[in-house]
């Protein structure tokens, strides 16, 4: 791994650089989530607010991927992550000056959907530099220490953010400067290829899945607060879903598409994003519910909850390391299907342990679902990244990070129903029991459920209260265990052995595969 480029600069540098470079908008995924009473409190910001706070940077890095990896291969790879770091540095800062007053809603939400531009113009280009400096041979260990590391960032939010906030809450968006200064030092100096293949801008395609995505993953996000019955959701959905289909019949058909909708020909391809939007429906979850269980169920402050998660991608980083060994020498198909059922073995015996509210119990079975989410995590996605040509690994890459956008939502919209609809049920049945008349249950149960009210204060939480949400965690990680039960099956039946084939300067192919799955072929 310490090759040099053709261009003599050091691979390794550049990987260096690549992480850096998506560092802040994995560490941006977890950390507003801790912080966010404290921001909410200092800034008098609504729930509402608030919530649009977390959720604008996700559904504009969501509405906004394929763009980027459009913008990466049509305008040059290191070109945007330069542009992109720019943008997300910039609006960090100011994220972390948000005034306070009458502003400070519009101000903060604003700056958060700014970041989700920047990351959406960075993480394409990012990849498709990781992509075309490692050739075939080499590709899946690269790219199993890059999502291996900049996956480990994702557990880093939560304790960085618990920390931080003792001095300012405001130090949560002004970390990603430095970081982006050493990433933009570490790209001068190593220079990554900067490749490019001009083409105009299908801004129409741009349009169709931006409002797409972003109705459909607008839906899934305010379904927990605002219930499934509400129409507004399903009008909110129906509508995304049916502007994807317009945009993939309208892509078809247009010379210079946004994405070249071909690509889903390919088999692999295919099933590989399959299996990333299902996985991706527990694995950006289980942050957010480890978290909140560790602070409710275990009566543990943000700094010492967090710990759940370091012990998830203990497990996640080593076998990212083994996991992209094995795609180089076997192909991806066993440490995929392997990784899955891990995962689901590790999801269902976490599930059992969370209502004995001791989490020394829980340290193993939480190393195992994380081994099994790193060792198919990374390798599923790279597989559907090496189906395209160098001179579109930014497009590709941009599909992949729509699809797992796409899945966490979901998986988000999903679990959390479970969670508070569980979470309901059984304080409103632990207050019955209590002598609360049952109306009165009810209506409390629905308040406490929604995790509103109360003063904040950790040791006040009753010991049924614990007792009952660590109850509902315990059904969502038996539901993460179904999720990626059932990825492995996609993964079992869809995926072909073999390893992965260099076919001049295209995509490669499966050992057995049909030649014509090069469906983006260089320019001649």
Same mark, same amino acid.
């Given at each position: 791994?310490?090759?040099?480029?053709?261009?003599?600069?050091?691979?390794?540098?550049?990987?260096?650089?690549?992480?850096?470079?998506?560092?802040?908008?994995?560490?941006?995924?977890?950390?507003?989530?801790?912080?966010?009473?404290?921001?909410?409190?200092?800034?008098?910001?609504?729930?509402?607010?608030?919530?649009?706070a977390i959720n604008a940077y996700l559904l504009t890095l969501a509405a906004f991927f394929a763009f980027g990896g459009r913008l990466a291969d049509t305008r040059g790879h290191r070109k945007m992550v330069v542009l992109g770091v720019?943008?997300?540095?910039?609006?960090?800062?100011?994220?972390?000056?948000?005034?306070?007053?009458?502003?400070?809603?519009?101000?903060?939400?604003?700056?958060?959907?700014?970041?989700?531009?920047?990351?959406?113009?960075?993480?394409?280009?990012?990849?498709?530099?990781?992509?075309?400096?490692?050739?075939?041979?080499?590709?899946?260990?690269?790219?199993?220490?890059?999502?291996?590391?900049?996956?480990?960032?994702?557990?880093?939010?939560?304790?960085?953010?618990?920390?931080?906030?003792?001095?300012?809450?405001?130090?949560?968006?002004?970390?990603?400067?430095?970081?982006?200064?050493?990433?933009?030092?570490?790209?001068?100096?190593?220079?990554?290829?900067?490749?490019?293949?001009?083409?105009?801008?299908?801004?129409?395609?741009?349009?169709?899945?931006?409002?797409?995505?972003?109705?459909?993953?607008?839906?899934?996000?305010?379904?927990?607060?605002?219930?499934?019955?509400?129409?507004?959701?399903?009008?909110?959905?129906?509508?995304?879903?049916?502007?994807?289909?317009?945009?993939?019949?309208?892509?078809?058909?247009?010379?210079?598409?946004?994405?070249?909708?071909?690509?889903?020909?390919?088999?692999?391809?295919?099933?590989?994003?399959?299996?990333?939007?299902?996985?991706?429906?527990?694995?950006?979850?289980?942050?957010?519910?480890?978290?909140?269980?560790?602070?409710?169920?275990?009566?543990?402050?943000?700094?010492?909850?967090s710990l759940l998660i370091l012990y998830f991608f203990i497990g996640f980083v080593v076998c990212a390391q083994i996991g992209g060994r094995m795609l180089d020498r076997i192909g991806a198909k066993r440490p995929v299907v392997l990784?899955?059922?891990?995962?689901?073995?590790?999801?269902?015996?976490?599930?059992?342990?969370?209502?004995?509210?001791?989490?020394?119990?829980?340290?193993?079975?939480?190393?195992?679902?994380?081994?099994?989410?790193?060792?198919?995590?990374?390798?599923?996605?790279?597989?559907?990244?090496?189906?395209?040509?160098?001179?579109?690994?930014?497009?590709?890459?941009?599909?992949?990070?729509?699809?797992?956008?796409?899945?966490?939502?979901?998986?988000?919209?999903?679990?959390?129903?479970?969670?508070?609809?569980?979470?309901?049920?059984?304080?409103?049945?632990?207050?019955?029991?209590?002598?609360?008349?049952?109306?009165?249950?009810?209506?409390?149960?629905?308040?406490?459920? *929604? +995790? =509103?009210? @109360?003063? /904040?204060?950790?040791?006040?939480?009753?010991?049924?209260?614990? !007792? $009952?949400?660590?109850? #509902?965690?315990?059904?969502?990680?038996?539901?993460?265990?179904?999720?990626?039960?059932?990825?492995?099956?996609?993964?079992?039946?869809?995926?072909?052995?073999?390893? *992965? +084939? =260099?076919? @001049?300067? /295209?995509?490669?192919?499966?050992?057995?595969?049909?030649?014509? !799955? $090069?469906?983006?072929? #260089?320019?001649?």
């Amino acid at each position: 791994m310490s090759s040099s480029t053709g261009g003599g600069q050091s691979r390794s540098l550049i990987l260096t650089a690549m992480i850096f470079a998506v560092a802040m908008t994995f560490i941006d995924q977890t950390i507003v989530s801790i912080a966010a009473p404290t921001i909410q409190h200092d800034l008098g910001l609504s729930s509402s607010g608030m919530q649009w706070a977390i959720n604008a940077y996700l559904l504009t890095l969501a509405a906004f991927f394929a763009f980027g990896g459009r913008l990466a291969d049509t305008r040059g790879h290191r070109k945007m992550v330069v542009l992109g770091v720019i943008i997300f540095a910039g609006a960090s800062a100011l994220c972390g000056a948000t005034p306070r007053g009458s502003a400070a809603e519009a101000w903060l939400v604003a700056f958060r959907a700014l970041q989700g531009l920047g990351g959406a113009i960075m993480f394409p280009a990012a990849i498709a530099i990781v992509v075309v400096t490692f050739d075939l041979r080499s590709r899946g260990r690269a790219l199993a220490l890059f999502f291996g590391i900049a996956g480990a960032l994702t557990a880093i939010g939560p304790i960085a953010g618990g920390y931080l906030i003792e001095w300012t809450w405001r130090a949560i968006f002004w970390i990603n400067i430095p970081v982006a200064l050493i990433a933009l030092a570490l790209i001068a100096i190593s220079r990554p290829p900067n490749e490019a293949r001009p083409a105009p801008m299908d801004y129409r395609g741009l349009a169709l899945i931006a409002g797409g995505v972003g109705l459909s993953v607008f839906g899934f996000q305010q379904s927990a607060l605002w219930g499934w019955g509400n129409p507004a959701i399903e009008a909110s959905i129906a509508a995304g879903v049916v502007l994807l289909a317009v945009f993939f019949a309208v892509e078809r058909r247009t010379e210079s598409p946004l994405i070249n909708v071909r690509i889903f020909e390919n088999r692999t391809f295919t099933v590989e994003n399959v299996i990333l939007g299902i996985a991706m429906m527990a694995f950006i979850p289980v942050f957010f519910f480890a978290a909140i269980y560790g602070q409710i169920a275990l009566a543990e402050k943000a700094t010492t909850s967090s710990l759940l998660i370091l012990y998830f991608f203990i497990g996640f980083v080593v076998c990212a390391q083994i996991g992209g060994r094995m795609l180089d020498r076997i192909g991806a198909k066993r440490p995929v299907v392997l990784g899955c059922a891990l995962a689901a073995v590790g999801f269902g015996l976490w599930a059992g342990k969370v209502t004995d509210l001791h989490a020394g119990a829980q340290v193993i079975y939480i190393v195992i679902a994380g081994a099994g989410m790193g060792l198919m995590l990374g390798q599923a996605n790279t597989d559907a990244i090496n189906r395209a040509s160098r001179y579109s690994y930014g497009e590709a890459t941009g599909i992949t990070q729509t699809v797992r956008n796409y899945g966490a939502s979901l998986g988000f919209a999903i679990l959390g129903t479970i969670l508070i609809t569980e979470f309901r049920s059984r304080i409103t049945s632990s207050l019955t029991a209590r002598g609360l008349p049952g109306p009165a249950a009810s209506a409390e149960a629905a308040k406490v459920a *929604q +995790l =509103q009210g @109360g003063s /904040g204060n950790i040791a006040a939480i009753p010991q049924f209260i614990r !007792a $009952d949400f660590a109850a #509902a965690t315990r059904d969502v990680l038996y539901g993460m265990c179904v999720i990626m039960a059932v990825a492995g099956f996609v993964a079992l039946r869809g995926l072909k052995r073999g390893v *992965q +084939l =260099q076919t @001049g300067e /295209g995509a490669g192919q499966l050992a057995g595969d049909d030649p014509d !799955a $090069d469906l983006y072929p #260089a320019p001649r």
